[in-house]
């Protein structure tokens, strides 16, 4: 019982270190879990422990990344002799077409073990999932599974027209599904095999891909990027009510000494009752200014969708993109409330983002600006400036920058990339810190709590 409970731990320590809220309370819960479920059905398992640990379904493809490290589906490779390339792939092709998961998951264990070792001595030897996947190639197997399926009369083998176009994508989409989850077991066997190598506690911490709110901006991948903005709404909904509550504290003012050592007098000079100065209600008014060119620009596309999201608590939002030129792109980004995935697209296409060459240029950027929109900063507006502040050797513009700060209320920057990498290269981050607020935010969960902390009420 005492390696159960070790399992139990380590599980909930290994998703604590990878930003899941996890108290004594939940691991308690797991054990009594375990405790009624047994080890036997190992789904069932994974079920109750991910039901006493898990706060959100956002938090589940990372629970079973860990949770099929501490509680693996065996121990060392698959018995037998490993299979050639050629027989695995058809007996993959067969196991797709029928949609067997214990077969696939089988043939996961055998491709890892006759694929994906690498290294030539027992101490470094390892699995790779990437090298697996590159030598098996299932994606390539499409074809030949739907026509497998239609043989055995599952797919669409009549009709015609548009019915039959769409039961064809349908049914393409669905092997493609299976694919993916057989690649899926493939990243888990692999984990698992080395796993047993170096130690499971250290490949939970290092071997597991994190939830896409703590994955760098300037190294998420697309499905990475696709998945932050399908967060952008719960996530702003949350940040409005935080903004609420400070807006309500805020309203609430400050105490008016003067008008509260009046009001003593009537109890001997003890300030019962502080009198407090009102706010009157007045909503900010927020710009963007954002860079969307290379590695920053899914930074940039998903902080345009989260402030977007949040227009209900500002008088006035506006947008603005550029490389080397700047445009305003506040109504393209009003349509992208519908389309998320198509904005920086949309935005690249519509806008005027560019002039001789394709490279960013925030001196010339931040100029425009401040030549062609200066009217949209005023004393009630709080501008934040989005991008990495690499200016390809360009001149920054530092005065323009100082009339920014000079018109705005406030004027934030936040930088994607770490700090010490700051005035590294082209990077001009230390002169525009200097004058204005440079925050690092390379993660949404940074990104979440700077903008709780440093949007206006």
Known sequence: MTAVADRITGLAAALRAHGVRIGTGETVDAARAVEALGLADRELLREGLAATLL????????????????????????????RDRETLRDRLADALAADDRALMAQLAAEAVDGLGGYGSSPGSDGFSAYQTLDRLRPQTLLARVRADIRGRGGGSGSGSGSGEGFADRLLDDEIRRRIEEFRRMVGAEARRRVAERRGRDEIARRGVRPTADRVDFLYANRDQLAELRRAVQPLARKLATRLAARRRRAARGTIDLRRTLRSSLSTGGVPMRPVLRRRRPVRPELVLLCDVSGSVSGF????????????????????????????EVTGLLGHGRADPDGLGARIRAEATLTGWHGSSDYGMALGEFTERYGGAVGPRTTVFVLGDARTNMSDPNLPAVRELARRARRVYWLNPEPRDRWGTGDSAAPAYAGLVEMHECRTARQLSGLIAALLPV
């Open 300 to 327: 940039s596309d998903f902080t345009m969708l989260l402030v977007q999201a949040l227009h209900d608590q500002f008088s006035k939002v506006r947008v603005f993109a550029f490389v080397n030129r700047l445009d």
């Open 55 to 82: 706060h959100g379904p956002g938090q589940r493809t990372l629970f079973d990344a860990v949770f099929d490290l501490y509680f693996p589906r065996g121990v060392g490779g698959p018995e037998g002799a490993p």
